[in-house]
């Protein structure tokens, strides 16, 4: 972002990609009072941190990206700390507020013992006091959560379950998440697992569905998990074919009219149906919208709405179900809401 300054405030240079997928510039004014409301958010990946200001009305006035060290955890700190402190470099007289989306979640703290990290795919940050040491590094507070809960809250309050008062935001790829937002505020719940149906048991009607039971990471067995997530889409076409193809070949195929593939894909379809009408029973939410890699296969949102009816206790089901705005995009943006427009 380029800046050009004068005595009330300033012109930013932003970048708006296009649907066509060109890159265009647009100029916007910043006045004084408009920095105020100002957030930073930054998804720490497990290969990438990027670290946005965000506008109030949910556009990304700057965009930085860096490569996560993933050796070292300090290195880690400081990589993530070292973004924040460039987007901070155009905040007024107090600091802008700092969101943070993490591939993990924060243990619960007890006994006055700081809140560590845990279930982390980038394993240096397991056991950590994340939160603290960047606080410690920055000299401010910050808000911390999962990445779920951060896509959840993105499309809450700038992306497609923007009007909805209670949404599902449903992360379906190398593993199986969710988060959920209430009049655009993150509901955590007072364990901070609101939202992770991936490691509830699946349904009955969906054990049917697959040959036998599946051990899950988490020692539990048949988990939610192990049906939707991608290694789960994988195997239940080994199961049916022998092939071993991954989610997204499988899709590929299906497109194409491979018949094999096509019946994985809507035997899918029929398992991700039944898991998300006992989220429904329970939160009956106005919108799910679905994120992760697996989001991208088109026929969910063919065939789920209709196959979620008969599993849902209503005779009429309102429930929406959409693919999401936001990419990439979506961790960081949802972090920076971590921080309500004051």
């Not at 958010?41 to 930085?64: N, R, Y």
């Not at 790829?173 to 209430?182: D, Q, R, S, V």
């Not at 022998?242 to 899918?268: F, K, N, P, S």
Request: some cysteine.
């Amino acid at each position: 972002m380029k800046r050009t300054a004068d005595s009330r405030g300033f012109v930013v240079l932003c970048k708006a990609k296009l649907k066509s997928g060109k890159v265009a510039l647009t100029q916007r004014y910043m006045s004084k009072d408009s920095r105020l409301l100002m957030r930073i958010g930054v998804d720490l990946g497990g290969t990438k941190i990027e670290g946005i200001l965000l506008f109030a009305d949910g556009e990304v006035a700057e965009k930085i990206r860096v490569k996560t060290p993933t050796e070292k955890y300090r290195d880690t700190v400081d990589a993530l700390c070292d973004v924040v402190d460039r987007l901070q470099q155009s905040a007024p007289s107090s600091k802008y507020s700092v969101g943070i989306g993490t591939p993990g979640a924060l243990s619960a703290a007890t006994d006055g013992k700081a809140e560590l990290m845990k279930n982390c795919n980038s394993i240096c940050l397991n056991g950590e006091p994340l939160k603290v040491d960047i606080e410690k590094r920055l000299g401010y507070e910050t808000r911390m959560e999962n990445d779920a809960n951060c896509f959840a809250l993105s499309e809450a309050c700038y992306g497609a379950a923007q009007s909805a008062n209670t949404m599902f935001g449903v992360i379906l790829g190398t593993g199986t998440g969710g988060g959920i937002a209430i009049n655009q505020r993150l509901h955590t719940g007072a364990n901070r697992i609101a939202g992770e149906w991936g490691h509830n048991s699946i349904p009955s009607a969906v054990r049917e569905l697959i040959d036998g039971d599946r051990l899950c990471y988490c020692g539990r067995r048949n988990c939610i998990e192990t049906v939707l997530s991608g290694r789960g889409l994988k195997q239940s076409h080994q199961e049916r074919t022998g092939a071993a193809l991954e989610a997204m070949e499988l899709a590929d195929l299906a497109r194409q009219g491979d018949g094999a593939a096509t019946e994985t894909i809507h035997v899918y379809c029929q398992q991700l149906a039944r898991c998300l009408a006992s989220v429904v029973n329970v939160l009956d939410p106005d919108m799910i919208v679905l994120g992760g890699g697996l989001s991208n296969i088109e026929q969910l949102y063919e065939d789920v709405p209709g196959l979620m009816k008969e599993h849902v206790f209503t005779d009429n089901l309102l429930t929406q179900l959409s693919a999401p705005k936001f990419g990439d995009a979506s961790g960081a943006i949802g972090a920076a809401c971590l921080w309500p427009l004051n």
